[in-house]
């Protein structure tokens, strides 16, 4: 087309006024966790012939993360994504399944594609009870989860020590303990931007895994939810597979995909 496609740099502004309109083209709810990747990335206006026409993230990692068009352009995504592509160079596309817009075009361009991460949604009633004593955690808890789990994942404390005080600070945190030794710590992280959406996350000590724990702190962590009125959500990479058996004897099933999309061959 003769029409000028440009990209130029936005400080987010762009992004956020995006924001819903993404969510709500979405067909199931975004995994809060690479909406965060999101937020924290580069970013950048598309504009034809001076009119905004969508925008786009890159990572540190130079994964695109997000590719968003505005309605009256989207006939045109494919033609944007090889501007991102061949102007910004992203390393790879990160395509959900159920942004089944942007999954079409970078598709289409798609050299190699691996599946990264299994998305999951409720579907039926978990198999454990849950676990018995479960208690929110607390300010004076921060220092010792911290340290937990640092020890269980080798997260850096420079991430690991704002991130746990945010979710303490937000009630979304719950502890699992023996003899006042921390066995399990269970996140309900309450969606910010997806009404009645809450993100499940599980770190279970090296020790106790294997028996169960991780299946019965979601567990009861769903029940959580329903009290709460919210809708659990939760997610894993592919290659765990101990984590993708405790999550769907919780209750979950995955009907969607993140993909790992190679757009330069």
Request: aromatic share 4%.
């Amino acid at each position: 087309m003769s029409d000028s496609i440009s990209l130029t740099p936005d400080d987010g502004s762009i992004h956020r006024a995006h924001r819903q309109a993404y969510l709500a083209r979405l067909v199931a709810p975004m995994d809060d966790m690479w909406a965060a990747f999101v937020e924290g990335s580069s970013h950048f206006a598309l504009r034809v012939d001076g009119v905004l026409a969508g925008s786009c993230a890159i990572d540190a990692e130079k994964r695109l993360l997000r590719l968003h068009v505005e309605a009256a352009y989207r006939e045109r995504s494919a033609e944007f994504l090889r501007r991102v592509r061949d102007e910004l160079e992203p390393a790879c596309a990160m395509a959900f399944s159920l942004d089944p817009l942007g999954l079409s075009a970078m598709l289409g361009l798609a050299q190699r594609v691996e599946p990264h991460t299994l998305l999951y949604g409720p579907h039926g009633e978990p198999t454990s009870p849950g676990l018995e004593g479960l208690r929110p955690g607390e300010a004076r808890d921060h220092a010792s989860i911290v340290d937990f789990q640092q020890a269980a994942i080798g997260a850096p404390s420079a991430f690991l020590e704002p991130y746990t005080r945010e979710r303490l600070d937000r009630r979304e945190l719950w502890l699992h303990e023996r003899d006042k030794r921390l066995l399990a710590v269970g996140e309900l992280r309450r969606d910010d931007h997806q009404q009645g959406i809450a993100h499940l996350g599980v770190i279970v000590h090296r020790d106790e895994r294997g028996k169960g724990v991780a299946t019965a702190m979601l567990s009861s962590l769903v029940r959580l939810c329903r009290e709460e009125g919210l809708t659990p959500h939760c997610s894993t990479e592919v290659g765990n597979v101990a984590a993708q058996r405790a999550i769907e004897r919780a209750g979950f099933r995955s009907d969607h995909r993140l993909l790992q999309v190679d757009l330069h061959g």
